[in-house]
């Protein structure tokens, strides 16, 4: 986690570009008083802008055209204007008017037809209506923005619609039923809207409203009205229309009058989630997102679609037509007596009888029966006569298994298990020993039944009607995705050994006639179970089962052979989706994408006494049906925190969460190893498709699943999501220093960038391991964090290379406390700059050299004075000039505090205020100033040369204008230092 205190030079003059934009218009031409005001509506399609032009039209004092710049035609009220001369074959068109657009509007302007006459005699004002794509259909954008945009004696009346989704629906109806104008629209007509084609619209349109039509002159030269006042009779013809007269100098007396053409095309009552085919799906990807329509809905606290979070336990259908208590099961079996595989074999003691087993690596034969007996009691107890009557056992012998591969024990096996139950041998060959997948391939050829499923002689079935359970388990899943063929679908036991892992998971023959066999050929002994669960939760099909078993050898523990771990979460499990994806399509003759929502949670905890934070961390839930693991990594070696910690995830898990989809899970390795190791161990350990890092100090609020969830579907294509990381109220000196200083932004930058260039690992949510597993925190940053998050995020680009792969979601909000507990921690602003200094050695093309800030140029200053001065005249003046650099910066810094200073003060002033708010500023500039001062001495550290002034890129070349800005002040900051360097040694001399 970064804070980067100098970021106030790029951001805290955003105006800047505003600033020259009012300076060059001080030397445009000024408007003659024979001129007509020339005014443009800027708008977008279906947002009232018809209504608009007509009302704008019936004005006896305005010219009024519509759309000019069409890409099809020349749309105007006016159609005589468009004539060059008197001729009727000369006549401008669409292609003369695209080939030389300044022309056309030299001819526009005058408001004149081609004789000389004015097309009103009293006009005073001339305008016509644009659209964005007018112009950057036909690649004149740069004409739009000179003649138009930049033009201040052009004014603005830009129009915009309060809600987003009703203008998008408006659109798309308009595009599906060719009815722009005029029509009503049929009242059963249903709009399908895809969650990131609106979402990027929704981006394009603000962007439109809130930048490129922003204007450095307003209110001059700018009319802001939305179509929600347009359509409110009384409050335009009261409120908005004798101000918009007097913004365009026309009469403003007159009554306003709109045309009977102009017609309602939607229904004045109409509700969007009606409208909406897909509503359920929308409203999942922006139930917390900042699209008006939803943040009105979230005020008035209207129900939330939970059609899609229903449990599935709670949907089961009574009637199991397709799975029921008489399906049929396969169980692979697969036993030995051998010991030796075990990682850490424990021996029984040596005597005279074990030793003729443990010397050719055999257990004890009553060991090895007594073990099956149990498991085989076990199996009796849990199932009734008629389900074992469906039941095949096939049993899986070591070719060379002295215990288990002879006819005796071959009838010993048969008596031990149920007599209703058919019992297939299968031998295993010695190049198997100890793969446990492989094995269970080889079985899963000789099953002929429904369900098939693999068990060890090592386990005890705990609950009655296990067999039912989860054959209803696989009708309810296929029940909430009727798409899905029945058995595409993976079910697991609960496991009490290993809780939350899907340690025995039942699959049905659909699986075999999809892939062939039960794995890929790749697993060996390890991962076999949790690629089942983690291949059909991507199409919300895997689950949890209630029933219960034990796992007396295996699970976290050793097992009874060496493990052998292949990376299966990348290349292998993403083949796997595209087949089961396009055999379900052929099967089924229908697309079904896999839509499953798998995240993982990771937390580094290295703080003491935080179970409440933890606490409601691992609570998080979402209405939205997910699958989600949290990894607590513990990074503190103290025994009673572990304990603690520990405590918390065995309580969790013991609880019944919906549809048990929620698991939480502890490492530790006793030893802090720092925030970069402890978030790469979660990180690694996930399977998921996303893994949300979130800090043990954070309070998330209770949606921050949702919003995370939804951003998913409304920018697929992203890698890294930054939330939202908010601090509290300022309250004390240091905060309000803190505050002022703008060390915050980047916890904040997702309200303010669409596209941040990075942020803050305290609440960030990235792409799984399985899909970059190259990318890593980097452990040369502190253990305390500083610089890493900015590294990984810089990773993740270079890794992915596609642009806007980084998106905000201020909709995932968490309150970071204040560090040190409010109190003043220079130690933290130190760190963040120990560690965001490595950035300029790492990522050396996002860094710009700028002249030496004041502190290194101290550092210049001193470093002559030891190798070419030396001598005690110089050492007065070489201080002297020192102190007034640093007088000098902190001056200039105190100075643009200033203002944010002042607003940092509670509402209540004292009666000191001038001297308080001057107090904070040079507060804030020493926070400031402690980064700088830190920098260098790192620079000195590290021999780094090549960093000596140099400055990153913080905004990730996404503010050129400022790092200019920058550059210049550093120079201009220079010369006043060389100034007084000067000053004060050629006083001395």
Not at 49 to 68: T, V
Not at 80 to 102: C, G, H, I, M, V
Not at 241 to 264: N, S, Y
Request: glycine share 4%; with cysteine.
């Amino acid at each position: 986690m970064t804070g980067v205190a100098d970021v106030y030079l790029m951001l805290s003059k955003p105006r800047s570009k505003e600033s020259r934009r009012r300076f060059a218009a001080l030397f445009q031409r000024e408007k003659k008083p024979q001129d007509l005001q020339k005014f443009v509506v800027l708008s977008w399609k279906h947002s009232g802008s018809s209504l608009l032009c007509d009302i704008l039209h019936n004005h006896p004092e305005i010219i009024m055209h519509k759309e000019l710049f069409n890409p099809i035609d020349i749309f105007t009220y006016y159609s005589t204007a468009l004539l060059r001369n008197e001729s009727s074959d000369n006549k401008w068109n669409y292609l003369s008017r695209d080939l030389w657009p300044q022309l056309f509007l030299d001819h526009i302007w005058p408001g004149r037809y081609a004789d000389g006459t004015k097309i009103k005699s009293n006009g005073k004002a001339i305008g016509f209506k644009s659209f964005p794509e007018h112009w950057k259909d036909t690649d004149n954008e740069g004409v739009w923005k000179d003649l138009i945009l930049d033009d201040f004696q052009v004014k603005k009346i830009i129009l915009s619609r309060d809600c987003e989704l009703s203008t998008y629906v408006s659109m798309r109806r308009a595009e599906v039923t060719g009815n722009y104008l005029g029509t009503p629209y049929p009242n059963d007509l249903k709009i399908h809207v895809d969650v990131s084609a609106f979402q990027a619209f929704v981006n394009h349109y603000r962007f439109t409203f809130q930048r490129k039509y922003k204007s450095p002159l307003y209110p001059q030269d700018s009319f802001h009205v939305t179509c929600e006042q347009l359509v409110d009779k009384d409050v335009f013809n009261n409120e908005i229309a004798p101000k918009l007269w007097g913004f365009l100098g026309v009469d403003d007396a007159f009554q306003v009058r709109r045309l009977k053409e102009t017609v309602r095309q939607s229904q004045e009552d109409e509700r969007l989630d009606v409208v909406i085919s897909n509503w359920h799906a929308l409203e999942r990807a922006f139930r917390h997102s900042d699209v008006s329509y939803f943040k009105n809905r979230r005020k008035l606290k209207l129900s939330q679609d939970t059609s899609s979070t229903v449990s599935i336990t709670d949907r089961t259908n009574s009637s199991l037509s397709q799975g029921s208590s008489d399906g049929t099961w396969s169980i692979l079996l697969p036993i030995c007596s051998r010991i030796a595989s075990k990682a850490t074999p424990v021996l029984p003691p040596a005597d005279e009888y074990t030793n003729q087993y443990t010397s050719n690596n055999t257990e004890q034969p009553d060991v090895c029966w007594e073990r099956l007996s149990q498991f085989a009691a076990s199996f009796a107890e849990t199932t009734s006569a008629k389900d074992r009557e469906n039941v095949e056992f096939i049993v899986g012998i070591d070719e060379d298994d002295d215990v288990f591969n002879t006819i005796d024990a071959n009838q010993r096996i048969r008596k031990i298990l149920p007599i209703e139950v058919k019992v297939v041998f299968e031998s295993i060959p010695p190049k198997m020993y100890g793969k446990v997948c492989q094995i269970w391939n080889r079985l899963s050829q000789r099953a002929n039944r429904d369900f098939i499923v693999l068990f060890g002689d090592d386990i005890l079935l705990l609950d009655n009607g296990w067999k039912r359970n989860i054959e209803e388990c696989f009708t309810a899943i296929q029940s909430n995705n009727p798409d899905l063929p029945f058995g595409a679908a993976c079910v697991a036991f609960n496991d009490i050994s290993f809780r939350g892992f899907p340690t025995f998971p039942v699959i049905h023959r659909f699986h075999m006639k999809v892939f062939g066999r039960l794995l890929p050929k790749q697993f060996v002994n390890q991962g076999g179970d949790p690629f089942l669960f983690e291949l059909y939760s991507r199409f919300n099909a895997s689950k949890f089962a209630s029933v219960k078993l034990k796992n007396t050898l295996g699970g976290d523990s050793s097992a009874r052979y060496s493990k052998h771990e292949i990376n299966w979460k990348g290349q292998v499990l993403r083949l796997s989706i595209e087949i089961l994806t396009e055999r379900i399509k052929t099967l089924n003759q229908v697309n079904v994408a896999p839509t499953g929502v798998c995240l993982d949670i990771v937390i580094p905890s290295y703080r003491t006494n935080n179970s409440v934070i933890l606490k409601r961390i691992i609570n998080l839930r979402s209405t939205l049906r997910a699958y989600v693991k949290f990894w607590i990594v513990v990074d503190n070696p103290d025994k009673e925190h572990l304990h603690e910690v520990k405590g918390l995830a065995e309580e969790a898990n013991k609880s019944t969460f919906k549809d048990n989809n929620y698991f939480v899970n502890v490492v530790h390795y006793n030893e802090n190893r720092g925030a970069s190791y402890a978030r790469n161990t979660g990180y690694n350990y996930s399977t998921a498709d996303w893994v949300i890092f979130l800090d043990d100090d954070i309070v998330p609020e209770p949606h921050l699943l949702e919003a995370y969830i939804g951003s998913i579907f409304r920018y697929p294509l992203a890698k890294v999501m930054v939330g939202m990381t908010e601090l509290p109220e300022p309250m004390n000196n240091w905060t309000r220093m803190l505050k002022t200083s703008n060390v915050m932004f980047f916890f904040g930058i997702s309200k303010h960038y669409i596209h941040p260039p990075w942020g803050v690992t305290a609440n960030i949510m990235v792409k799984g391991s399985r899909y970059n597993h190259s990318v890593q925190f980097k452990h040369l940053y502190p253990k305390t964090g500083g610089g890493e998050d900015i590294d990984f995020i810089f990773q993740m680009k270079s890794f992915h290379k596609l642009d806007g792969c980084v998106v905000g979601v201020p909709g995932a909000t968490v309150m970071h406390p204040w560090w040190n507990n409010s109190n003043v921690c220079y130690n933290q602003i130190w760190g963040w700059a120990n560690g965001d200094s490595q950035l300029i050695t790492e990522w050396p093309g996002k860094t710009y050299l700028t002249l030496p800030n004041w502190v290194e140029s101290m550092a210049l200053l001193g470093i002559t004075y030891l190798f070419f001065l030396r001598k005690a005249l110089y050492l007065i003046p070489l201080l002297q000039t020192c102190t007034c650099i640093a007088l000098v910066d902190h001056l200039i810094k105190t100075f643009a505090y200033y203002g944010s200073a002042a607003n940092a003060l509670p509402t209540k002033k004292p009666t000191f205020a001038f001297a308080h708010i001057l107090f904070l500023a040079f507060g804030a500039s020493t926070v400031i100033s402690a980064q700088e001062v830190t920098r260098l001495l790192c620079i000195f550290k590290r021999h780094s040369l090549f960093s000596f002034g140099r400055r990153v890129d913080w905004c990730d070349g996404q503010a050129q204008t400022e790092i200019l800005n920058q550059k210049l002040r550093s120079g201009l900051l220079f010369f006043v230092y060389c100034s007084l360097a000067y000053y004060f040694f050629q006083m001395r001399v």
